[in-house]
């Protein structure tokens, strides 16, 4: 399912439509809701309207549905560069390809995903813990007021990526990295 714009008496109209072959074989599409005219949905929801979602089977894991939904978006809404944001459930070194493409040092799309510190390697671990390069959230010096503590870094990291042959390489993927530690001592990664 998608969903379709039409422009009528000039303003944007949302429909869900379905997706689907006639018998001989012509794409067609079946009409599954009306949403609206856009700006009017705007109006009624300021956290923005969903433009696409699919259904997948409930045993279908989050990181197995990510590429083919990141495709029908790009491929149905015309998106050019993307950046996508998700959690831990997404992240694997196949979908960290997928949005940057065989040349890393100039990424195709970006990614903001959050990971957890417990699962880092050593190196990590040891640059979170280091209390050397933490500000205050706002950039400024860290005082007995202050909340959370940031700092960041550009780092190259490998990353398992599985071949078209079915085989693993490692691959090397440039990211920012920024981490986020409330000042009483819990944790988060972002990668970007």
Request: net charge positive.
């Amino acid at each position: 399912m998608r969903v379709k714009v039409e422009t009528r008496k000039g303003r944007e109209y949302l429909t869900i439509v379905k997706s689907f072959r006639n018998e001989e074989g012509k794409p067609r599409s079946k009409h599954i809701k009306s949403l609206g005219f856009l700006d009017e949905l705007k109006n009624e929801y300021h956290d923005g309207v969903p433009l696409h979602y699919e259904i997948f089977p409930g045993n279908t894991l989050d990181k197995e549905t990510f590429r083919s939904v990141i495709g029908q978006v790009r491929k149905n809404y015309d998106t050019g560069r993307i950046i996508a944001v998700a959690d831990m459930g997404i992240i694997t070194g196949d979908n960290i390809y997928y949005l940057v493409g065989s040349k890393p040092e100039k990424p195709q799309n970006g990614y903001i995903f959050s990971f957890s510190v417990r699962g880092g390697t050593k190196e990590f671990k040891q640059y979170v813990l280091d209390e050397n390069g933490y500000t205050a959230k706002d950039g400024s010096t860290l005082d007995a007021e202050s909340d959370f503590k940031i700092k960041e870094r550009f780092v190259a990291r490998d990353i398992n990526v599985t071949m078209q042959n079915g085989k693993k390489a490692k691959k090397k993927v440039y990211e920012k990295q920024i981490v986020y530690r409330r000042c009483a001592g819990n944790y988060r990664r972002l990668s970007i």
